[in-house]
């Protein structure tokens, strides 16, 4: 299976991303893109996933498109035929796990508790998303589980922002974290491909800071 981890922790940020109109998929991602951010990670949230991962694979080939908040084997398999590279689900869905398993796709299972970083591990998985990260415990949950899993990387999602970034990013099992920050929703209604671009910039900036 081909592992698109290093790609992810390049980059370091993963934009959770809620596609309102079918036409906004293009420009959002565009503008992401120019931010410096070439992760997306598109979510069943909305009814136009899957031709947004589709549009999003087929015109901006430099993006990494995933697929998140997947809660079915039919939207995986959607998301894939779509181009989707990997698969991001906010729970353990042993299911969905189990299919992109059998289909060698990458998948990045949201855990929050010790007992499903061990569900995680009994499938073979070390890679995964913690979510959601700020209510579940933050970073400091992160730093303890990381004793007993010294194995195992998270990428945090969850009232994640430039302020907490590090929090996350400093500890050594933190491969990216992920949010909805630099794409907050009043920016996506109004159509502000700008500010998208700038923010995203400035989350760029903070990362490197
Ligand atoms: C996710 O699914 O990863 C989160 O909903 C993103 O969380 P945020 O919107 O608080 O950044």
Known sequence: ????????????????????????????????????????????????????????????????VGAGTVLSVEQAKEAVEAGAKFII?????????????????????GVSTASEVEMALSMGLTQLKFFPAESSGGAKKLKDLSAPYANVHFMPTGGINTKNMHDYLSLPNVEAIGGSFMLPNDLVVAKDWDGIEALSKAAIKSLLD
Not at 4 to 14: C, D, E, K, P
Not at 90 to 107: A, R, S
Request: glycine share 4%; aromatic share 8%; proline share 6%.
């Open 1 to 64: 299976m081909e592992s698109y981890m290093n790609r992810i922790s390049n980059t370091g940020i993963v934009p959770v991303v809620k596609i309102l109109e079918k036409e906004d998929a293009y420009p959002l991602a565009k503008a992401l893109l120019n931010g410096g951010i070439d992760v997306i990670e598109v979510t069943y949230r909305s009814e136009h996933a899957t031709s947004a991962i589709q549009t999003i694979s087929e015109q901006l080939p430099d993006m990494l």
């Open 89 to 109: 689900t906010p729970g353990f869905n042993t299911k969905v796990v189990q299919w992109c398993l059998d289909h060698d796709v990458e998948v990045y299972p």
